[in-house]
């Protein structure tokens, strides 16, 4: 099923984490699923992310011409993302023994790339060219190991998705208040109402 790339699959803050964000549920195993289960979906999520992502990528657009071919580093790079930067939020402390995989994803994604970054005010090279998209996942992926980013990665506690808070206080809680906040509001106003007429209805009979 085609997805729709509206603003909150882009609620991480930066595209690795959006793009760690593609796996749904991930605390519920009988509920999870993959919406790049469909490789195609990959080059729609890059061409959504370049608007997005636009001011993390310094203008340059998103290229992902061939899904299919690049599907595996993606994934690679998603997963082993996911992973060393979850334990570290969790841990409060990035675990090494989860660094060389992640590492060599990210080298993979980056190998064939032929682009200059890091230049100043172009993070991610010249604007006026697409980068490919695996590659700028990478160099998406390695700028998460800034301390500074570290202390504000947190994990949504209703969907579970990564995000970064870059709240002045940094006490943002959930990844979307729209979305995730509010039905967590409704849960518990749910739960309290449930347990209210519970005790009203053992009341009446007891009366």
Avoid at 52 to 66: H, M, N
Avoid at 157 to 168: A, E, G, H, K
Wanted: hydrophobic fraction near 40%; glycine fraction near 8%.
């Amino acid at each position: 099923m085609t997805v729709s790339w509206t603003p909150h699959r882009f609620t991480g803050g930066m595209l690795a984490l959006d793009t760690a964000n593609t796996v749904v549920l991930r605390h519920h195993p009988e509920k999870t699923f993959d919406r790049f289960d469909d490789p195609a979906e990959i080059a729609r999520f890059a061409e959504a992310a370049s608007g997005f992502r636009a001011t993390e990528l310094g203008g340059r657009r998103l290229e992902a011409p061939s899904p299919d071919k690049i599907a595996p580093v993606v994934l690679s790079i998603r997963e082993t993302t996911d992973r060393l930067f979850r334990r570290a939020v969790s841990k409060g402390a990035i675990a090494t023994a989860d660094m060389p995989e992640f590492l060599e994803a990210c080298a993979d994604g980056l190998a064939h790339g032929r682009t200059e970054i890091g230049t100043l005010g172009k993070p991610f090279g010249d604007p006026a060219t697409p980068i490919a998209f695996e590659a700028a996942l990478a160099v998406s992926a390695l700028s998460l190991l800034r301390g500074d980013t570290i202390a504000r990665l947190r994990i949504c506690p209703n969907c579970s998705w990564l995000f970064v808070d870059r709240s002045r206080n940094s006490s943002r809680l959930w990844c979307d208040m729209a979305v995730c906040g509010n039905r967590q509001k409704a849960n518990r106003h749910y739960r309290r109402r449930t347990a209210a007429n519970e005790v009203h209805n053992g009341e009446v009979q007891n009366g």
